[in-house]
């Protein structure tokens, strides 16, 4: 599928129905070169998306085209396999499909740690481009703590949890008329049976349509998955992330001092040491 056709089909995406959060209102400025890049980040499925989706359906209600918001999935397995140019070929793509995006657009990119060096794309386009970037992921490459540092001061983070008591109730229809103060027996006894049904099923907005056995299957496949990449985050070794590698020394079958493995060479840019392939002799 060319990025032509992939680029016209997000571009007639119908904003689905949500549930207005007032935890996943975003305020963003207006398209501008060195616009603070705004980052949404959050465990899998409480709700980021749908985050984006709140954000982009305020901007039209405001006037905002829709050809002017530029909003891609970067899990769609349509675009992949990635290469070092694909963020360049994408955004060259919507540009000439919709040239005046160039005087100012909103940049609403989901997953997109997915594709390689997406930190140094985005500084440069925020840099240079008339636009308003908006990111939400959950890999450890988006965590609120690492994002400063990638994007060098650039980013503000807000972070996203599932539903709150009152957002449940909204979700589910229950008048919460008052946040606080006293209720009548009438009032308090719905409120209290809620909130106990809130106990068992949780805030994962996914959840909240299912049965209690299909529940349960979602939320502990949820806890298996964050449990190991949990883990294997505390036993991984650190990884550069800088394109700028030295390539390793490679075996020369003819030498015989040439290791059996070649030697890695540490990056120019942090010194951490690349991984050394394996010898092809």
Known sequence: ?????????????????????????????????????????????????????QLMDRLLTAGTPRTRLFHFSFDDERIMPFTDHTLTDLLDAYYRMVPEALN?????????????YWTNFI?????QHNVTIVLTGSSSKL????????????????????????????????????IAGEYSANTRRPLQSAFVEYLNVGGFPAVQRMGTLDRMRMLQAMRMRLSSRMSWNDSAPPRCESPHVFPATPCDPQDSNSPSTPRSKPCAACRFRSPAPSCMT
């Open 1 to 53: 599928m060319s990025l032509s056709s992939l680029i016209a089909e997000y571009l007639d995406f119908q904003i689905p129905d949500y549930i207005m959060r007032d935890s996943a209102a975003v305020e963003v400025p207006k398209p501008a070169r060195n616009n603070v890049i705004h980052t949404i980040t959050g465990v899998r499925r409480c709700g980021k998306t749908y985050a984006m989706y």
């Open 143 to 178: 965590l609120s703590s690492d994002i400063p540092t990638n994007l060098r001061g650039r980013s503000l983070s807000r972070e996203m949890w599932p539903l709150s008591f009152k957002e449940y109730c909204l979700f589910h229809d229950i008048p919460t008329t008052r």
């Open 123 to 127: 500084r440069r386009v925020a840099e």
């Open 104 to 116: 100012g657009c909103y940049l609403l990119f989901d997953e997109i740690q997915e594709a390689p």
